[in-house]
């Protein structure tokens, strides 16, 4: 059981879901987003409001739409051909095993093309699924068309899911109460405040169990349901009663005032004279707050420099440019490849900050993505010393297309290559020093971390 007393930042987090979530492959990509935002802002069709969204994909019209805007961009976008037959066939199979997983017996989907299947799927099985039904049957549909090429990356996010990938990317805007929040196996929903924010403010303290949220017994509930509760417009109180984990003491009560929140993304100290920084994931502010802890360190006459970027599933590409330039003066960061093999390179954007040498990265099998590439080139070019475990092997890029409906689709469109072409996917990246050591986030940043020890033995090495 993960002990979630110790563990100060928000890679806690992130490392906790990876460790249950990982072969969804949820937390491993890294996106052009804004920019596949403003091609795809251009396009013929019209996005949704909150209010007409049912009606949306109750309507024949609409679910053609989106079935039609679906199968086009997969067959045009993705990184490698698809098959004709394939988006139809995966649309088939997703429909035929959720129909049965409502226990819907003797499916038998008919139709050559996806728009056929669905309206077929309406015809016969909406009626069976209640009021939503449509709703269901569309979004089961574009799930098994994403699916149909067998990429974990590729995939259709609801209105909800692109929602919160949005408020994550962003850096967490949201109305909350400035908590970490994560559940264990036994269904128990635990939560870390964040120093300075209100649920800190008054009182909660590290690894408090949620018992109630608004005077709802919450046992049972899923983590975005709790999460759902907790969420609310900033300004309004919300109340919880909570007791400590592992204890059987008393249970507080706390009504708390939501804020707009912004979670950081990077935590950072001086620590045995180094400059140390974690990175939880690759998000539209974490340039500017890795560039802060630089330059702070860098003040305080840091003598070495350790980014952590053990479990940082990733983020955004143009994040891993921005923070990889500020150690690579000039030349390639990351180089991608679409699918007719055209080859876009990423180069240092010129603003280095000097003396930030020597410098250590930690990184894990955790390490995917964004932060591989990261990891990647400043290994290629010999400014960091990497150390831990061999990392995650995500060397595919992601683009985000908005749909009609406000969900998206998360198309898989180019794959990248370190600057001296080392191709990562399934492969990994092999540090300079191997240190193993559980993937527990109990361990990280205390006296049990070898990882850490390692790096700044590595450190001293270099500076005497």
């Known amino acids: 059981m993960i002990d979630p007393m110790t563990g100060k930042f928000r890679g806690l987090l992130a490392a906790l879901v990876l460790l249950l979530v990982a072969a969804a492959g949820v937390l491993f990509f890294s ?56 988006p139809v066939t995966g649309e088939k199979i997703a429909l035929t095993q959720f129909l049965a997983a409502k226990h819907i017996a003797n499916v038998n989907l008919q139709g050559d093309d996806p728009n056929a299947v669905l309206a077929y799927a309406n015809a016969h099985y909406a009626a069976k699924l209640g009021l939503d039904g449509p709703t269901q049957l569309t979004e ?3 799930r098994g068309i994403m699916g149909s090429v067998k990429d974990p990356y590729t995939v259709y996010l609801s209105p909800k899911e692109i929602q919160g990938l949005q408020e994550s990317l962003n850096g967490g805007n949201f109305g909350g109460i400035g908590v970490y929040i994560y559940q264990l196996k036994d269904g128990a929903v635990v939560v870390q405040p964040i120093e300075g924010l209100p649920a800190a403010r008054a009182g909660m303290k590290p690894g408090e169990v949620i018992d109630m949220v608004n005077e709802r017994r919450i046992a049972g509930m899923t983590l975005d349901a709790v999460e759902g ?18 204890t059987k003491g008393p249970e507080h009560s706390y009504a708390i005032v939501r804020e707009i929140i912004h979670v950081p993304t990077v935590s950072a100290k001086m620590e045995d004279g180094f400059d140390y920084i974690r990175l939880s994931d690759f998000g539209s502010t974490s340039a500017a707050e890795i560039k802060k802890a630089l330059l702070d360190g860098r003040a305080k006459h840091a003598k070495g420099y350790i980014l952590d970027l053990r479990n940082d599933g990733g983020g955004l590409l143009d994040a891993a440019v921005k923070i990889s330039s500020y150690f690579i003066p000039h030349g390639a960061i990351v180089a991608t490849i679409s699918r007719d093999g055209e080859r876009d390179e990423q180069d240092a954007l010129g603003d280095a900050i000097d003396g930030l040498q020597p410098l250590v990265i930690l990184v894990n099998k955790y390490t995917a993505s964004a932060s591989e590439i990261t990891a990647g080139a400043l290994q290629d070019y010999h400014l960091a010393k990497l150390v831990g475990t061999k990392t995650f092997g995500k060397g595919v890029v992601q683009s985000i297309y908005p749909m009609p409906d406000l969900g998206a689709l998360k198309i898989t469109t180019a794959r990248y290559v370190t600057p001296l072409g080392r191709d990562i996917q399934h492969k990994g990246i092999m540090p300079d020093v191997l240190v193993e050591q559980p993937v527990d986030p109990s361990l990280i940043d205390t006296k049990a971390d070898k990882q850490l020890a390692a790096a700044k033995a590595q450190l001293r090495s270099q500076i005497r």
Request: proline residues 3%; without cysteine.
């Open 31 to 86: 996106y052009r987003y804004q920019a596949a935002l403003a091609r795809e802002n251009s396009g013929s069709f019209t996005v949704a409001t909150t209010g007409d969204l049912r009606a949306l994909l109750d309507s024949s019209d609409a679910q053609s739409q989106l079935i039609t805007v679906a199968v086009r961009k997969l067959e045009t976008s993705y990184y490698k051909p698809v098959a004709p037959d394939l």
């Open 140 to 142: 089961t549909a574009l």
């Open 229 to 246: 509760l907790i969420r609310g417009e900033s300004g309004s109180t919300v109340s919880i009663a909570s007791h400590q984990y592992r």
